[in-house]
């Protein structure tokens, strides 16, 4: 795909809120609302699945603390990167558009190409064998095969960005982060339970982001008005169908308790959002010791 097409695309996705399962065949036959019910209320994980996530996030500090060291080495320099600082952040939510939230696994400060600038780090642990072998020869494809050589910029357009990303779901996943935290740079770093593999430095520019931004405008239009938009009625009929087909996670008055609830944890006057972000700040040369830094 061009880029052109890309972009085009993005700009010109919305969901028609009256859309049947037929005519919403694009979508793998469901509606707005069935995506957001999908969406919002998950199966949980179980047994492997569940240890595995969660091994997979107790990675994250471990795998950030090796790009600390590594940047301190200047075996980033190769993406161009030199990282500052890193930090954790808590769930954030774009002020100018409040439908837009993410939860990075972290955000950080770096020169990249001589500019100081802000940036963000998606881990990603392969915690099995498997996943984790995957990972590796995928790296040596690359050429990314030794310790000193782990790091590569590569910018969104280019024509074989594909090859440096697994899965389709971790390229919009790191689009959406850039676009919340209105960056240009995300670094998905991959790692196993004792190394990182690869760092790929992904590079979007203000079109892109733009482009994806007009998507998240056409999709909160169309299927998620009700949920910010108090003068739009809750959509009961929908949701109801809508449930039926998701009846392992959830049942209609489920949805309804938690979008009251929802509601009013994030009334303004009670809980915003950005206000209540907690950075915690890595410092490179303090190794592995985490430091509470309450900017906010
Ligand atoms: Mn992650």
Known sequence: MKREDLIGILISISLDPRSTCQSASNYN???PIDIVIRTSFMQGLQGK?????????QMEPKLANKLLEHSADRRTMAAGLKIKQLYRVGLVQKISQPCVKCSLDFFGMAEID?????????VKARVTGNTSQCSRELAQEL???????????????SPDLKSYIEKQSE????LHHAYTFN???????????????????????????????SCMKNIKESALNWAYDSSVPFPRTEIIEAVKNHPYAVDAGTVLTSFELWKALTKEENYQIHHVIAFSLYKPDS?????????F
């Open 29 to 31: 036959g469901l509606g």
């Open 49 to 57: 699945a569940k240890k595995w996530a969660s091994i997979g996030h």
């Open 114 to 122: 001589g500019d100081i600038c802000g940036f963000a780090v998606e």
């Open 143 to 157: 050429g990314l095969d030794d310790e000193d050589n782990l790091y590569i910029q590569v910018s969104f357009d």
């Open 171 to 174: 390229a919009i996943q790191i």
């Open 183 to 213: 960056i240009k740079h995300i670094l998905l770093l991959v790692g196993n339970m004792m190394d990182i593999i690869s760092g790929v430095l992904v590079r979007f520019n203000d079109e892109i982001l733009s482009a994806y931004g």
């Open 287 to 295: 190794g592995i010791e985490l430091k509470e830094d309450r900017m």
